[in-house]
């Protein structure tokens, strides 16, 4: 499979959104974008949202007008899949920051980028380089408390593009649930 690498051009996507509008990473040319992929039946997705540590790192990356893309990757019969609705309702209640929530059901986006864990951050730069691939910390639990003394790995790389430099930690072992892809893989 021709999957995303760091340090390469990030694969096209074009994928359908909570609200029924496509969406594609070539709508945002000329910006930072930031991939994360979710799904809210998750442990590890729920640690960094019920510690509102997800919702921080997207109103920080919105404030640099960074553009947030969560993905849901997860297949409709999958028991944790939500309809777009539920997916957005969820979003809101969490208080979520994100640019657009995509519907990646068919996994096509996911599948590009390799993604394997909820969640599974990436990082595409505004030339549309890929600069980041990994997890959002370097604390791979399920435990809430860990959030505090994590190192936030998407906070540091926004920082270094920011700043002009070149991303420090470019690639980290994701962590999480496992991407719940359809079987048509």
């Not at 979710?38 to 990356?61: F, I, L």
């Not at 990757?73 to 979520?96: I, L, N």
């Not at 990436?122 to 980041?132: E, F, M, P, R, T």
Request: hydrophobic share 40%.
């Amino acid at each position: 499979a021709n999957t995303a690498a760091v340090g390469q051009p990030a694969p096209a996507f074009s994928v359908t959104d909570t609200g029924g509008k496509a969406v594609s990473l070539a709508d945002f040319k000329g910006k930072t974008v930031v991939l994360e992929w979710v799904n809210p039946g998750c442990p590890y997705v729920r640690k960094h949202y019920d510690s509102a540590n997800m919702q921080a790192t997207q109103k920080g990356a919105a404030g640099q007008g960074v553009v947030w893309l969560a993905v849901n990757s997860t297949a409709t019969g999958h028991y944790d899949y939500r309809k777009p609705a539920e997916m957005a309702a969820w979003m809101v209640s969490q208080k979520a920051a994100a640019t657009h929530t995509l519907m990646d059901s068919e996994g096509r986006a996911g599948r590009a980028y390799g993604a394997r864990t909820t969640p599974h951050m990436y990082i595409v730069d505004a030339k549309g380089v890929l600069v980041y691939a990994g997890g959002i910390d370097d604390k791979p639990t399920a435990n809430p408390a860990d959030v505090k003394t994590a190192k936030n790995h998407v906070n540091a790389a926004l920082a270094d593009i920011a700043a002009g430099r070149p991303v420090t930690q470019a690639a980290t072992r994701p962590y999480g649930c496992s991407v719940k892809y359809g079987n048509d893989s």
